[in-house]
């Protein structure tokens, strides 16, 4: 069974600049998790999507955001690209739902933007 | 809200020597706890996690670790480290109801010295 797959794998824009980011989830998960891995700030929570609706947002500034597919497959849009944007952005998955809790989460390779 | 402190950045332990990484969790309410491990450029793959089914549990490559209310640890170990434990190991925590957000430390890196 495949899983979670992100792409691209690596990233380089300028500061200003807008990218998208994109994230399959493993077969059957209808959860989606985005987060952040900037060097020194450890793994920060984006955003959770979940049956195509937003569920829960870190404390990040509106110009990240993102979206969920049909197919469950996510987005992360992040515009006006700054400096410390620079990190390794990482998807998880998982089977969802808003009850039960202690889902495991499953991490895709990740996304390393590098902004200059 | 949920947080997670690992003491120690870095550990190093030799080949063969048990490997102990401390996690302490603050939660108001009962936790779900796990553990994952990071290789260099790659993502996270869980080891294990706490549930509330058993306190001590089992997870991949020899880990377990053992959920301690009365301390608010969930502190992982090996018996015997060997050379490919070398990674990083992050504890997250979150909540026991509905699909949460992950909480993770600050992670613990971990050398083992041949």
């Known amino acids: 069974e495949a899983g979670v797959t992100q792409s691209p794998t690596h990233l380089i824009k300028t500061r200003g600049q807008q990218v998208t980011l994109r994230c399959s989830p493993i077969?059957?998960?209808?959860?989606v998790y985005w987060y952040q891995q900037a060097l020194g700030l450890g793994l920060q929570f984006l955003l959770w999507?979940?049956?195509?609706?937003?569920?829960n947002r870190g404390n990040f500034p509106p110009r990240f955001s993102g979206r969920q597919f049909p197919n469950y497959s996510s987005e992360l849009n992040v515009n006006a690209l700054e400096l410390e944007d620079s990190a390794l952005y990482l998807c998880?998955?998982?089977?969802?739902?808003?009850?039960?809790?202690?889902?495991?989460?499953?991490f895709g390779p990740g996304t390393r933007l590098t902004v200059l | 809200a949920q947080s997670v402190t690992q003491l120690g950045s870095h550990v190093s332990v030799s080949e063969g020597a048990l490997v102990l990484l401390r996690c302490n969790y603050s939660?108001?309410?009962?936790?779900?706890l796990f553990w994952y491990v990071q290789y260099p450029n790659q993502g996270l793959q869980l080891l294990l996690k706490?549930?509330?089914?058993?306190?001590l549990v089992k997870g991949i490559n020899g880990f377990e670790a053992e959920f301690k209310k009365s301390e608010t640890s969930f502190h992982l170990t090996k018996p015997s480290a060997h050379m490919s434990d070398a990674a990083e190991y992050f504890c997250?925590?979150?909540?026991?109801?509905?699909?949460?957000?992950?909480?993770f430390g600050t992670g613990t890196r971990l050398t083992i010295i041949p």
């Open positions: 997250a925590v979150s909540a026991n109801f509905g699909n949460e957000k992950l909480t």
């Open positions: 706490y549930t509330s089914a058993a306190t």
């Open positions: 999507y979940d049956e195509g609706e937003e569920r």
């Open positions: 998880a998955s998982s089977s969802g739902g808003l009850a039960g809790g202690g889902d495991t989460q499953y």
């Open positions: 939660s108001s309410v009962p936790p779900y």
């Open positions: 077969s059957g998960h209808t959860s």
